[in-house]
């Protein structure tokens, strides 16, 4: 309530935000998010926001950095849009970008939190000073997503659930302690050793870019590897 009101002091709009994402087996539905940004930031057509984003207000950014924003998403989960933990929702755009193996993951409801949401938690910070973040996301980003929701898909349980949900609520405090964690978890669930190191690298401060090397593709074969059984 009181994150509402000061979005909403700040320049008298509606402090919710409400646009379409990709749900279970393609069906569109329409996340809420508290506002971080000025009013009609959603027509620039950039989709991945970076912390040096001119459209992120003042209050947008406090809410941003505790999380705040996501929270209204309990509506969606209430509602059945989305579970609490699960492959994070895409737009529309990007997921006319995924390949078939990528498209598995729409199998699933898509979730508050997941893998990727911890490991890449300061997606805004990677992307800082990219000049095209949408495509950067696309390139460097996405692709590692896709496996570890690929992951989850194929090694989801309570017992995971569980972890994730109280590896999110650390990385509030510690990201390098939930990255810790997530570590643990890729090794206990025999992840492939690429995806263990792209998350120790990331823990240690190397960039996307410099851990993916230029004209790797892991959205075709390395992808196909976590689909399935082991």
């Not at 209204?72 to 849009?81: A, F, S």
């Not at 570890?148 to 949900?165: H, K, N």
């Not at 090794?187 to 960039?207: E, H, K, S």
Request: hydrophobic share 40%.
């Amino acid at each position: 309530m009181v994150a509402g009101l000061a979005v909403w002091l700040q320049d008298r709009g509606s402090p919710l935000y409400i646009s379409f994402r990709v749900g279970r087996d393609g069906v569109p539905f329409r996340l809420v998010k508290l506002r971080s940004m000025v009013i009609g930031a959603g027509h620039s057509g950039v989709d991945t926001t970076t912390t040096s984003d001119r459209r992120i207000t003042p209050v947008g950014r406090i809410i941003r950095r505790s999380k705040l924003d996501e929270v209204p998403q309990l509506w969606n989960v209430l509602v059945g849009d989305m579970s609490l933990v699960g492959p994070r929702p895409n737009v529309p755009r990007e997921v006319d970008r995924y390949t078939a193996t990528e498209r598995v993951q729409l199998s699933l409801r898509p979730g508050l939190t997941d893998l990727a949401s911890i490991v890449f938690s300061n997606l805004g910070e990677i992307l800082a000073n990219s000049t095209d973040p949408n495509g950067d996301y696309a390139s460097s980003i996405r692709p590692w997503k896709s496996r570890l929701g690929l992951l989850y898909l194929r090694e989801r349980s309570v017992r995971l659930d569980v972890e994730i949900v109280a590896l999110t609520l650390t990385c509030l405090i510690s990201r390098r302690t939930s990255l810790r964690g997530i570590e643990a978890i890729l090794a206990r669930l025999d992840a492939p050793g690429d995806v263990c190191r792209m998350v120790r690298d990331l823990r240690d401060g190397v960039a996307p870019a410099q851990i993916l090397p230029p004209g790797t593709d892991p959205t075709s074969a390395q992808l196909a590897g976590l689909h399935g059984g082991k």
